[in-house]
């Protein structure tokens, strides 16, 4: 499964992306605009930078460009989509099957409730796309999934509706189980939950939910 991470200009902690690229070690990279400065200072070369470049250093920028291979896609600023979901748009026509945003968090609550909010794309395209950062793994489902609990990102599973109820939810192997229940929004009901078994299963019939896993 051909796997695009795609480097956005909010906080990175820059050892967990490193350790992140070592492990995961991506089929392609893509450079959201400021998303290029974490790419300069660890000495990775992105396959793609895109942006209006209103954000990046004129270092970065400048260095990348001398590159050969690295291709530019220069948006205007007066556009009506931000970098990253130009950039998730890009790797969907390059053939990502699979797409990782780091540097999608940080201190911008509007940007990080875009980006959350981009995650749809990947629903819609049939393509499945997560946040995460040194503390967090987000992503939006319409189906039901199954979390092994070796391989989960943190401690805590929150299910937050993304629609206005999430129908017929059923949670098996969570320290709160639930069962055939309507999760609403304007409520807390999903958050902070834990996996108590080997797997944990989340099953519903009809809504959309974030799923967010967190370590602390």
């Not at 309507?182 to 999903?190: A, D, K, T, V």
């Not at 834990?194 to 944990?200: L, M, N």
């Amino acid at each position: 499964m051909k796997h695009f991470v795609i480097i956005s200009g909010g906080t990175i902690d820059d050892s967990f992306a490193d350790r992140w690229f070592e492990e995961e070690k991506p089929d392609a990279v893509i450079a959201a605009d400021a998303g290029m400065e974490y790419l300069y200072r660890s000495h990775r070369v992105p396959d793609v930078i895109v942006g209006d470049f209103d954000s990046v250093g004129t270092e970065a920028l400048a260095y990348f460009k001398t590159l050969p291979g690295v291709a530019i896609q220069k948006l205007i600023p007066e556009k009506d989509d931000t970098d990253t979901e130009s950039a998730i748009r890009l790797a969907i026509r390059r053939g990502a099957e699979r797409i990782t945003l780091l540097g999608a968090t940080g201190t911008r609550l509007d940007h990080v409730l875009g980006n959350i909010e981009l995650l749809g794309i990947g629903l819609k395209a049939g393509i499945p796309i997560q946040i995460c950062d040194a503390h967090n793994r987000i992503c939006m489902i319409d189906r039901g999934m199954t979390l092994a609990r070796k391989e989960q990102f943190g401690t805590y599973v929150s299910l937050i509706p993304y629609t206005e109820c999430v129908e017929h939810l059923t949670l098996k192997g969570f320290k709160y189980p639930l069962t055939d229940a309507c999760l609403r929004g304007f409520c807390s009901l999903g958050v902070s939950n834990e996996i108590v078994a080997d797997t944990a299963e989340i099953s519903f019939e009809s809504g959309i939910l974030l799923v967010v896993e967190s370590k602390d």
